[in-house]
Nanobody
Framework: VQLQASGGGLVQAGGSLRLSCAAS????????MGWFRQAPGKEREFVAA????????YLADSIKGRFTISRDNAKNTVYLQMNGLKPEDTAVYYC???????????????????WGQGTQVTVSS
């Protein structure tokens, strides 16, 4: 599967953005999906994950209550809705996929074999 992330941009603190990750191929519904982010000089960190059906979502503690992850398998797309953005959310955001139809979740970059190119999110104070 090939992944294409979009939707990043510059936003003021407290604002919102919705990231999208479009996947190619006919087996998107068999992939668990995740979002990660990487700020300059820092390691890539887990943000959110969603299982193959969309029935289970997993969020990092740092973004709980502000971000939500969802997917539309008919559109081959996974979303990250980001509300209440803070300057510390500034990073390049990556979507990732893992061929898996179970209900466990994966929060390490090494768990995912497919990656999008990243989209920049900048939150000004």
């Amino acid at each position: 599967v090939q992944l294409q992330a979009s939707g990043g941009g510059l936003v003021q603190a407290g604002g919102s953005l919705r990231l999208s990750c479009a996947a190619s191929g006919r087996t998107f519904g068999s992939y668990a999906m995740g979002w990660f982010r990487q700020a300059p000089g820092k390691e890539r960190e887990f943000v959110a994950a969603i299982n193959w059906s969309g029935g289970r979502q997993y969020l990092a503690d740092s973004i709980k209550g502000r971000f939500t992850i969802s997917r539309d398998n008919a559109k081959n797309t996974v979303y990250l809705q980001m509300n209440g953005l803070k300057p510390e959310d500034t990073a390049v955001y990556y979507c990732a996929g893992r061929y898996y139809t179970g209900n466990s979740y994966y929060n390490r970059p090494s768990d995912y074999g497919y990656w999008g190119q990243g989209t920049q999110v900048t939150v000004s104070s």
